[in-house]
């Protein structure tokens, strides 16, 4: 029964990795949607590999273990197996590396089993074994080495051969405490008497451990001998006490330790710094945000944004390309391991065999929690590894070999399990742990749902631009279906092209680097096929390709002809110009100088951020500039020749006029004034206010995104997103229009603000005009009443012409 348990278990899985190498090796055709590519099938060999290896280790405990657990060797075997193959879709170099370190450990178990193995050595020779571990440690003080180049030099060896003492270590410690307390229990000492040489050694390994920074595996070390001491002897303030110092731990080196201090602060608020210190928690949250409920596919991820994904950050990798159901299989390989070490323990025959596979069980657990609460931000980030998952010869040297101790331990033949001092430390741990592991679900849950819109919607996530590469992004077009912004190349290198520079600041740009700005941020549901696209349709794409459907075309109310001509007259000069329909509220002009050419944000993106003109500002939207003497107009429809006017009355009438409210358009918009003093408004808010002039009194809503080309119904239209507004009386309106004409068909009225120095020009069409009812605005950063004027002029002749 066993043998065909174990069997079965080992076939599951071996069906399992090769469905997931299949679907790796054709990822690249399905990420390109084309057959003619470069197929994946480096790992292959590591899968071959993987098969034969735990072929051989199965005939081998077979052979040597017949009453072991049928459980632990499948599950090891597909956590090392999923491993294996996520290490050789990130890094294939680090894949061969990692199929070698397999085939080296499993093959030393294995081949060990063939010798008559007693862990009473471990017992007997406990203080030997562990100061040698200790010994080889310290060496790295001298010695050590680092395999990347830099960082802290954790490990000894050369030629591409490395060990990390430190991981051992860990099992060392477990076999001493286990033998340690298997001596002493039940105890007649007090309790610091009898646990007195373990806090010494243990104490003199976290010093040497803190010497080398190594605080993920001091962690560990506080964390695994509080478990074993308190499954010992069953006294939770052994537990308490436990946490309290590694608070307090915490603590002091915050105060004293910058990498300490660097890691909890990142930790408590990564956005701070995002593309800084945090970078690597925060692409940790945008991978697993990104994976879903279902996960990208195998291959079609991007989980090499995060930095040593196929190490540390393993459980992201998995998290993007598996989903949520992924990582909640993964948990449960996790839990079924766990529980089966914790069985063993408590049918083992003796105490110190009992304390060796609980302590064995806990550095499994805690390790585990470790890494993926780091990864989720569940908790500070401790650089350890995941147990059999995890890159590293050190760490799957040593979760094979206490994967060997389990097994052994677990065959247990006729033997009877020892009688208990008290089973509750037991059941307490094992209900810690699995309350860990459901925490971690949870977590998961909590970012790949709830929080993955938003995570996914941030500009600097530069999983949407590598998207944008391979999924066609929809056109922006003028009112003439003339393009703007259009998608060129072939699959897997797109490229967003701009075909009018002058403009940049209203359209923006998106970009692998930069984010999005303007209408690309603004329309970006739309343009990336996440709106307007049928819901069946892009769950389709994104199970199958792990990308959205192709883009949706948006028509814009932009008249590139007009807009030509306003970005000539405006010229070098700072300022905006915004010429809209009075009646509708679709704008036909938004121009903004100073602009840039967002072509060559590649190589002069840094420049522009930090450019004292603001090019990348849309000033027609995003600027506030005090209006003063240009809100005359709008006092004399109201208030006539009247000097005696309140402010309320003043407040009332510019919340009419919309200059207390956000303009509501589909583009970015600075946020709008909420009182009198220092009124500051934009000139798309002074142009919505001047059509009330032109129509009647009726203020517009704004209009500039007028349809979306849908693939089921073609165009439709977008509706304004809010409502017309009578922001003046009809009649007033009417005269106020006629007291600034002149001779043309079309009022006017430029005045100039002293601090700072603008000049503000506002000119709408007549009220008897057969014609489309016009409102123009023209801010200029100078003082200049005949050029703002000459340029109001200019562009109304040219837009009023047959």
């Given at each position: 029964?066993?043998?065909?348990?174990?069997?079965?278990?080992?076939?599951?899985?071996?069906?399992?990795?090769?469905?997931?190498?299949?679907?790796?090796?054709?990822?690249?055709?399905?990420?390109?949607?084309?057959?003619?590519?470069?197929?994946?099938?480096?790992?292959?060999?590591?899968?071959?590999?993987?098969?034969?290896?735990?072929?051989?280790?199965?005939?081998?405990?077979?052979?040597?273990?017949?009453?072991?657990?049928?459980?632990?060797?499948?599950?090891?075997?597909?956590?090392?197996?999923?491993?294996?193959?996520?290490?050789?879709?990130?890094?294939?170099?680090?894949?061969?590396?990692?199929?070698?370190?397999?085939?080296?450990?499993?093959?030393?178990?294995?081949?060990?089993?063939?010798?008559?193995?007693?862990?009473?050595?471990?017992?007997?020779?406990?203080?030997?074994?562990?100061?040698?571990?200790?010994?080889?440690?310290?060496?790295?003080?001298?010695?050590?080495?680092?395999?990347?180049?830099?960082?802290?030099?954790?490990?000894?060896?050369?030629?591409?051969?490395?060990?990390?003492?430190?991981?051992?270590?860990?099992?060392?410690?477990?076999?001493?405490?286990?033998?340690?307390?298997?001596?002493?229990?039940?105890?007649?000492?007090?309790?610091?008497?009898?646990?007195?040489?373990?806090?010494?050694?243990?104490?003199?390994?976290?010093?040497?451990?803190?010497?080398?920074?190594?605080?993920?595996?001091?962690?560990?070390?506080?964390?695994?001998?509080?478990?074993?001491?308190?499954?010992?002897?069953?006294?939770?303030?052994?537990?308490?006490?436990?946490?309290?110092?590694?608070?307090?731990?915490?603590?002091?080196?915050?105060?004293?330790?910058?990498?300490?201090?660097?890691?909890?602060?990142?930790?408590?608020?990564?956005?701070?710094?995002?593309?800084?210190?945090?970078?690597?928690?925060?692409?940790?949250?945008?991978?697993?945000?990104?994976?879903?409920?279902?996960?990208?596919?195998?291959?079609?991820?991007?989980?090499?944004?995060?930095?040593?994904?196929?190490?540390?950050?393993?459980?992201?990798?998995?998290?993007?390309?598996?989903?949520?159901?992924?990582?909640?299989a993964l948990l449960a390989l996790l839990a079924l391991l766990i529980s089966r070490g914790l069985r063993a323990a408590l049918m083992a025959p003796?105490?110190?065999?009992?304390?060796?596979?609980?302590?064995?069980?806990?550095?499994?657990?805690?390790?585990?929690?470790?890494?993926?609460?780091?990864?989720?931000?569940?908790?500070?980030?401790?650089?350890?590894?995941?147990?059999?998952?995890?890159?590293?010869?050190?760490?799957?040297?040593?979760?094979?070999?206490?994967?060997?101790?389990?097994?052994?331990?677990?065959?247990?033949?006729?033997?009877?399990?020892?009688?208990?001092?008290?089973?509750?430390?037991?059941?307490?741990?094992?209900?810690?742990?699995?309350?860990?592991?459901?925490?971690?679900?949870?977590?998961?849950?909590?970012?790949?749902?709830?929080?993955?819109?938003?995570?996914?919607?941030?500009?600097?996530?530069?999983?949407?631009?590598?998207?944008?590469?391979?999924?066609?992004?929809?056109?922006?077009?003028?009112?003439?279906?003339?393009?703007?912004?259009?998608?060129?190349?072939?699959?897997?290198?797109?490229?967003?092209?701009?075909?009018?520079?002058?403009?940049?600041?209203?359209?923006?740009?998106?970009?692998?680097?930069?984010?999005?700005?303007?209408?690309?941020?603004?329309?970006?549901?739309?343009?990336?096929?996440?709106?307007?696209?049928p819901a069946s349709l892009i769950w389709w794409d994104r199970l199958l390709y792990g990308t959205p459907p192709p883009g949706l075309d948006i028509?814009?109310?932009?008249?590139?002809?007009?807009?030509?001509?306003?970005?000539?007259?405006?010229?070098?000069?700072?300022?905006?110009?915004?010429?809209?329909?009075?009646?509708?509220?679709?704008?036909?002009?938004?121009?903004?100088?100073?602009?840039?050419?967002?072509?060559?944000?590649?190589?002069?993106?840094?420049?522009?951020?930090?450019?004292?003109?603001?090019?990348?500002?849309?000033?027609?939207?995003?600027?506030?500039?005090?209006?003063?003497?240009?809100?005359?107009?709008?006092?004399?429809?109201?208030?006539?020749?009247?000097?005696?006017?309140?402010?309320?009355?003043?407040?009332?009438?510019?919340?009419?006029?919309?200059?207390?409210?956000?303009?509501?358009?589909?583009?970015?918009?600075?946020?709008?004034?909420?009182?009198?003093?220092?009124?500051?408004?934009?000139?798309?808010?002074?142009?919505?206010?001047?059509?009330?002039?032109?129509?009647?009194?009726?203020?517009?809503?704004?209009?500039?995104?007028?349809?979306?080309?849908?693939?089921?119904q073609g165009w439709v239209i977008l509706p304004a997103l809010d409502e017309p507004v009578e922001a003046l009386p009809g009649p007033f309106a009417?005269?106020?229009?006629?007291?600034?004409?002149?001779?043309?068909?079309?009022?006017?009225?430029?005045?100039?603000?002293?601090?700072?120095?603008?000049?503000?020009?506002?000119?709408?069409?007549?009220?008897?005009?057969?014609?489309?009812?016009?409102?123009?605005?023209?801010?200029?950063?100078?003082?200049?009443?005949?050029?703002?004027?000459?340029?109001?002029?200019?562009?109304?002749?040219?837009?009023?012409?047959?």
């Open positions: 029964m066993i043998e065909r348990n174990q069997s079965s278990l080992l076939k599951l899985a071996g069906v399992f990795l090769t469905l997931f190498a299949i679907i790796l090796s054709l990822s690249p055709a399905v990420r390109e949607r084309a057959w003619d590519v470069t197929y994946r099938w480096q790992h292959w060999a590591g899968l071959l590999a993987w098969v034969a290896i735990f072929t051989f280790a199965h005939v081998e405990t077979r052979r040597h273990l017949p009453e072991r657990d049928p459980y632990l060797l499948p599950v090891a075997a597909m956590l090392t197996g999923w491993g294996l193959l996520t290490i050789w879709r990130l890094t294939p170099e680090f894949g061969l590396r990692q199929t070698l370190w397999m085939i080296g450990t499993v093959g030393l178990l294995a081949i060990s089993l063939r010798f008559p193995l007693n862990l009473e050595i471990v017992r007997r020779y406990k203080y030997v074994i562990l100061t040698g571990g200790l010994i080889l440690t310290s060496l790295t003080l001298i010695f050590g080495t680092n395999p990347a180049g830099t960082g802290p030099r954790l490990w000894l060896g050369c030629c591409s051969f490395y060990l990390q003492p430190s991981e051992p270590l860990k099992l060392l410690l477990v076999g001493y405490l286990a033998a340690y307390l298997a001596d002493r229990l039940p105890a007649r000492d007090r309790l610091i008497p009898l646990l007195f040489p373990t806090l010494l050694v243990t104490g003199l390994a976290l010093l040497l451990l803190l010497v080398q920074r190594d605080l993920g595996t001091a962690s560990i070390f506080i964390l695994l001998y509080a478990t074993i001491v308190y499954i010992a002897i069953g006294r939770k303030r052994v537990l308490l006490t436990s946490i309290i110092m590694l608070l307090v731990a915490g603590l002091v080196g915050y105060l004293s330790i910058d990498l300490i201090r660097l890691r909890i602060e990142a930790w408590l608020n990564p956005w701070l710094d995002p593309s800084g210190r945090s970078y690597q928690i925060v692409q940790s949250l945008l991978s697993i945000a990104n994976g879903g409920i279902f996960g990208r596919g195998p291959g079609l991820g991007s989980p090499t944004l995060v930095p040593i994904s196929h190490s540390d950050f393993i459980f992201t990798a998995i998290a993007e390309e598996s989903g949520l159901v992924g990582i909640i003796d105490r110190f065999r009992r304390l060796l596979a609980a302590g064995i069980t806990a550095y499994f657990s805690i390790q585990s929690l470790l890494i993926i609460g780091g990864n989720m931000r569940v908790l500070p980030l401790t650089g350890v590894t995941l147990p059999f998952v995890s890159y590293g010869g050190s760490s799957l040297l040593t979760s094979f070999a206490a994967l060997l101790v389990l097994l052994m331990i677990s065959n247990k033949a006729d033997e009877e399990p020892a009688p208990f001092l008290s089973p509750t430390p037991y059941y307490f741990v094992s209900a810690v742990i699995g309350l860990g592991l459901v925490a971690m679900a949870l977590g998961t849950g909590w970012w790949t749902i709830l929080r993955s819109e938003d995570l996914l919607n941030r500009t600097d996530n530069a999983r949407r631009a590598i998207s944008d590469r391979y999924v066609q992004r929809g056109t922006l077009l003028d009112r003439e279906n003339t393009p703007i912004n259009v998608t060129q190349g072939e699959t897997g290198n797109l490229l967003r092209i701009y075909l009018y520079n002058e403009l940049a600041p209203v359209v923006g740009y998106t970009h692998p680097v930069f984010g999005q700005a303007g209408l690309e941020a603004s329309l970006d549901g739309y343009l990336r096929g996440l709106q307007g696209n028509r814009l109310s932009i008249d590139l002809t007009l807009q030509a001509e306003a970005d000539r007259l405006l010229g070098d000069h700072k300022g905006a110009i915004v010429l809209l329909n009075a009646r509708t509220g679709e704008i036909l002009v938004m121009a903004s100088h100073p602009g840039f050419d967002p072509n060559q944000l590649d190589d002069q993106g840094n420049t522009l951020s930090n450019n004292e003109d603001a090019p990348l500002l849309n000033r027609a939207t995003q600027g506030h500039y005090s209006p003063e003497s240009a809100l005359e107009p709008f006092s004399q429809a109201m208030f006539g020749e009247s000097t005696s006017v309140g402010d309320n009355e003043r407040s009332e009438l510019y919340n009419a006029l919309g200059f207390f409210a956000n303009p509501q358009v589909r583009m970015p918009v600075a946020t709008a004034s909420r009182s009198l003093m220092n009124m500051r408004i934009s000139p798309l808010q002074m142009a919505l206010a001047t059509a009330a002039i032109s129509n009647n009194g009726i203020r517009p809503p704004a209009r500039i995104a007028l349809a979306v080309n849908t693939p089921q009417r005269e106020t229009a006629l007291a600034f004409a002149g001779e043309n068909p079309y009022w006017s009225f430029t005045s100039v603000t002293s601090e700072p120095s603008l000049t503000w020009h506002l000119a709408g069409t007549l009220p008897d005009w057969s014609g489309t009812p016009l409102a123009l605005v023209v801010l200029l950063e100078e003082n200049n009443r005949p050029l703002a004027s000459g340029m109001g002029q200019g562009l109304l002749d040219t837009a009023l012409q047959p």
